[in-house]
């Protein structure tokens, strides 16, 4: 079974061991320290096409909840956790009237990101753009698609050569997404017009989109 529970009510060590397994060797404690500052709910969860973590205040539950993808690769599995830390903090602290990315989650993402970002935990690479991220984090970091391009190349074995970014995929190239076939016709800032092969339809689909380019 892929999913897999850790909860409080377990042992410590059961925790450590988990952040063991899924995020780099130099910030297994820091992730254990924060968990233990203020205990809450872990799932590892199966992949979710939508979401790679999720974060959801609860006032019915003494104990909140963060779930996190297993299938991340260590870099974005720690950013993703450090992520939905933050929003558990500033729930916390500042209560459910605040935005989920407003100004309270980002200060907490960024002071809990602080003491990460050194070169014994994120290769140089990833490091200079997530350093940038970091100054106005958004929303999902992949949004940005120069660290999702560096933070990729971690999982790059798994998911083949064929996969692609949408933005990276040149006009007139045909892909899949989802079972469903696709040529590329035009870029719009943030989105990309596309037609459906087999429906003759158009779409506007996310830049930052994977996609498996077609031979």
């Known amino acids: 079974m892929i999913s897999s529970y850790i909860s409080m009510v377990n042992k410590d060590q059961s925790f450590y061991e988990a952040f063991e397994k899924h995020v780099p060797k130099g910030a297994v404690n820091y992730c254990f320290d ?16 939508t979401k790679l973590g999720d974060f959801r205040y609860r006032r019915d539950k003494k104990v ?5 993808n297993h299938n991340l690769n260590p870099y974005q599995f720690l950013i993703t956790y450090v992520h939905e830390v933050a929003h558990y903090r500033a729930f916390t602290k500042f209560g459910l009237r605040i935005k989920p990315h407003g100004g309270e989650w980002k200060k907490s993402f960024q002071e809990l990101m602080e003491p990460l970002l050194e070169v014994n935990i994120f290769p140089r690479d990833i490091l200079i753009p997530l350093k940038r991220h970091m100054i106005n984090p958004k ?15 971690f999982d790059q074995a798994e998911k083949g050569d064929d996969v692609q970014y949408l933005q990276q995929v040149k006009i007139g190239t045909q892909f899949e997404i989802r079972g469903r076939l696709f040529e590329k016709l035009e870029t ?5 017009l596309c037609l459906e092969i ?14 498996r380019i077609k031979s």
């Open 34 to 49: 924060i968990w233990k500052e203020d205990p809450f709910n872990f799932y590892i969860t199966r992949e979710r096409n």
């Open 64 to 68: 909140q909840t963060i779930t996190i």
């Open 139 to 153: 929303a999902s970091s992949g949004s940005d698609f120069f660290l999702m391009v560096e933070l990729r190349k």
């Open 188 to 192: 719009r800032r943030t989105r990309v």
């Open 198 to 211: 087999g429906s003759g339809k158009k779409y506007l689909i996310s830049s930052h989109a994977e996609v």
